[in-house]
């Protein structure tokens, strides 16, 4: 599976982005699939994920509960994740991973994950 993020900006305290993720392969719905980012001088983190399949099942970081969305569409073989109420603090780069575990994107360890796209959130 190959993986590319893209939608990452600069934005001020309180806006909203949406990051989107195009994968390859004929097999994604069997993949679980999820978000890590990292900010500068600190380890990458996990964000959000949701299981393979429909991906109704989702999970977040306390971080981001309440404020991030992540999505999916098998169809389309993308996955995406909805930003709002953008801190500070969420500035790092941000990237999508793969995984056919889904234990393995939460902690940070996933099998596939590509190019970040960098989020920049100002106060």
């Known amino acids: 599976v190959q993986l590319q993020a893209s939608g990452g900006g600069s934005v001020q305290a309180g806006s909203s982005l949406r990051l989107s993720c195009a994968a390859s392969g004929r097999t994604f719905y069997n993949y679980a699939v999820g978000w890590l980012r990292q900010a500068p001088g600190k380890e990458r983190e996990f964000v959000a994920s949701a299981k393979r399949g429909g991906g109704e099942s989702t999970f977040y970081s306390d971080a981001v509960k309440g404020r991030f969305t992540i999505s999916r569409d098998n169809a389309k073989n993308m996955v995406f994740l909805q930003m709002d109420n953008l801190k500070p603090e969420d500035t790092a780069v941000y990237y999508c991973?793969?995984?056919?575990?889904?234990?393995?994107?939460?902690?940070?360890?996933?099998?596939?994950g590509g190019q970040g796209t960098q989020v920049t959130v100002s106060s």
């Open positions: 991973a793969a995984d056919q575990i889904l234990h393995n994107i939460v902690t940070v360890a996933p099998e596939y």
